[in-house]
């Protein structure tokens, strides 16, 4: 019985690495079965009889090492040694191998969240990483989608926040946001590699139209009339400047601003 045979013999498995070789192998001499049969298949990818770390785990929950070492070893890898290879059968049947853009989607977000206990050392040298191996993810979206949530920017105030909540120190975000702009932390990493990587990933360099109309809104209801009359006409004139080129995007983004009296 697939489901049973693992509960009866964990024991023995865990003790005797050749126990395990020796189930796969019988697996891998079966394998017609499981391209005859999917979830036969899925039912042995869950069996808690992989070796890593000194335990057993199912399949699914491991990787098999690929062209990319864990730097933080932080991730469960099949310990090929102690199942006694099987890595082409293995990978055949759907085991999930680690490269590098299945780390940076799938573990670098866990690892850069904001309730992970790694050191802010740590946090800047995945950063550093992504930023040397990036070309490798350039077309890879769901990667893209994946780090453009993860707060993966380091920010003066100390904070790792989302690319998304972020801005290049400058002259129009210091002049329209002020105190309320997320500045990167270009002293963390002078690096142009990490800069690019900041833009890819949706830092900006000039305030986005939400901000904007939430300046602007903020301004209305907190600041006297004469100096709302200058910071908002600040704020359309940067408009004005963006506007023949930016029309298409921004138009839409700012209809709220109509609203206002």
Not at 106 to 111: A, G, S, W
Not at 129 to 153: G, N
Not at 252 to 259: D, F, T
Request: proline share 5%; hydrophobic share 40%; net charge neutral.
């Amino acid at each position: 019985d697939l489901h049973s045979f693992p509960t009866r013999r964990s024991s023995d498995l865990q003790q005797d690495s050749s126990l395990v070789d020796d189930l796969i192998t019988f697996f891998e001499n079966q394998q017609g079965a499981f391209t005859r049969n999917e979830a036969y298949r899925d039912r042995f990818l869950k069996l808690p009889i992989f070796p890593s770390g000194g335990c057993l785990h199912p399949l699914t929950a491991l990787l098999v090492s690929g062209d990319f070492q864990d730097p933080l070893d932080s991730t469960s890898i099949l310990d090929l040694n102690s199942a006694g290879g099987h890595r082409e059968f293995l990978l055949k049947l759907g085991a999930r191998q680690l490269d590098f853009a299945v780390y940076a989607r799938d573990r670098m977000p866990i690892l850069l969240n904001e309730r992970s206990d790694i050191s802010v050392a740590a946090k800047r040298s995945l950063v550093k990483l992504l930023a040397e191996e990036r070309l490798r993810l350039v077309d890879k979206d769901d990667v893209l989608r994946r780090l453009a949530t993860t707060p993966i920017v380091e920010c003066e105030d100390g904070k790792f926040r989302p690319p998304g909540d972020v801005y290049f120190r400058g002259k129009a975000v210091a002049e329209i946001l002020g105190q309320d702009a997320h500045i990167v932390n270009e002293d963390a990493h002078k690096s142009a590699a990490v800069r690019e990587l900041y833009r890819w990933l949706g830092v900006a360099d000039r305030p986005r139209p939400s901000d904007l109309v939430r300046r602007v809104k903020d301004l209305v209801a907190s600041t006297p009339k004469g100096e709302v009359r200058r910071q908002v006409q600040g704020i359309f004139d940067h408009l004005a400047v963006r506007w023949p080129d930016e029309q298409a995007s921004l138009e839409p983004r700012l209809g709220e601003l109509r609203k206002l009296r």
